[in-house]
């Protein structure tokens, strides 16, 4: 039985525990440093090894790490610290964080999926960008309501400059995925759903590789649109939804509230719910359920919108 390792990484250093009980020792974050870390794990026999996502100071190593075809697995942190917290570990130092790392692997045993490649992750960053623009673009939209006359031309102004820049990121988003035979079958099938259009298309492609992949249960807790039970003893609460990747959930949530107005199948669905007394939201994120339940069964038989609703 192979070993757990867990990788802390910052921008200067990669702390590493081979196991939950090593102690964990230091290498620097660059090319030299990954590589001595590579040959001392290909002298070992590993069954995991555990990398947090962190906003990119990890790519490096995770792609060396999946092109040397080592078990890596990047998690989200949010669930290790849960875990971590709810065995008593409180302290936070990037040696007890590699430990940790390697405990997590040891104990929950995470599914190992495929590490993006550069060419889905520049994807994902030009999504990513765009999303960062759309939220500007907002943002000064919501300043023109008690902005006088030369500030309202100057927000305007400066809206126009953003929705060109959206336009461009779009064009790239569109020839990298034209590239791509998978990614055009997937667009097309999106795109034919009533509710979805080419934003929501591209951040379903881009961000939640693994549709058609998984069960209808293990998509929706992915995106972070499963409900989880609030009971205890004879109190039953609210059933809430957390973590989950905020992208597609977003872009999911933004589809059914389309949906709940235009979709022939979603929105009945939709008028039942608020009939039986469910606030919008909560009708909302039902329909988001559903809808990403749809597309899952789509896009594993390689069928259209029509054929998957009869």
Not at 15 to 20: F, P, T, V
Request: aromatic share 4%; net charge positive; proline share 5%.
């Amino acid at each position: 039985m192979g070993v757990s390792v867990g990788i802390d990484v910052s921008k200067r250093h990669l702390d590493w525990a081979l196991g939950s009980e090593a102690r964990p020792a230091r290498l620097l974050n660059t090319g030299v440093g990954i590589q001595k870390l590579l040959e001392r794990l290909h002298e070992q026999d590993v069954d995991y090894i555990i990398v947090e996502s962190t906003g990119g100071y990890e790519r490096a190593l995770v792609d060396a790490l999946a092109a040397a075809a080592l078990p890596v697995i990047l998690v989200n942190p949010w669930r290790v610290r849960r875990f971590g917290e709810g065995l008593g570990i409180n302290a936070k130092t990037d040696a007890v964080d590699a430990q940790l790392l390697a405990l997590f692997g040891e104990r929950v045993k995470p599914t190992q999926r495929p590490v993006p490649g550069p060419g889905e992750r520049e994807m994902a960053d030009l999504v990513q960008r765009r999303r960062q623009l759309i939220a500007m673009i907002v943002a000064e939209k919501n300043r023109l309501e008690h902005a006088r006359a030369a500030v309202r031309r100057d927000i305007l102004a400066l809206v126009k400059v953003l929705e060109r820049r959206v336009a461009k990121l779009d064009r790239w988003i569109d020839t990298a995925i034209a590239k791509d035979e998978a990614k055009v079958e997937r667009r097309l099938q999106l795109e034919g759903v009533p509710c979805i259009g080419p934003g929501i298309a591209r951040t379903l492609i881009v961000d939640l590789p693994e549709l058609g992949t998984l069960s209808r249960r293990q998509i929706a807790s992915l995106v972070g649109i499963a409900p989880f039970a609030n009971d205890s003893g004879k109190k039953t609460g609210y059933r809430r939804i957390r973590a989950g990747r905020s992208g597609p959930r977003t872009a999911l949530y933004l589809a059914a509230m389309n949906a709940s107005r235009f979709n022939p199948v979603l929105k009945p669905m939709f008028d039942r719910l608020i009939a039986a007394g469910k606030p919008p939201k909560v009708a909302f994120i039902a329909i988001a359920r559903k809808l990403l339940t749809i597309l899952n069964a789509m896009v594993r038989d390689h069928t259209l919108w029509r054929d998957a609703t009869r």
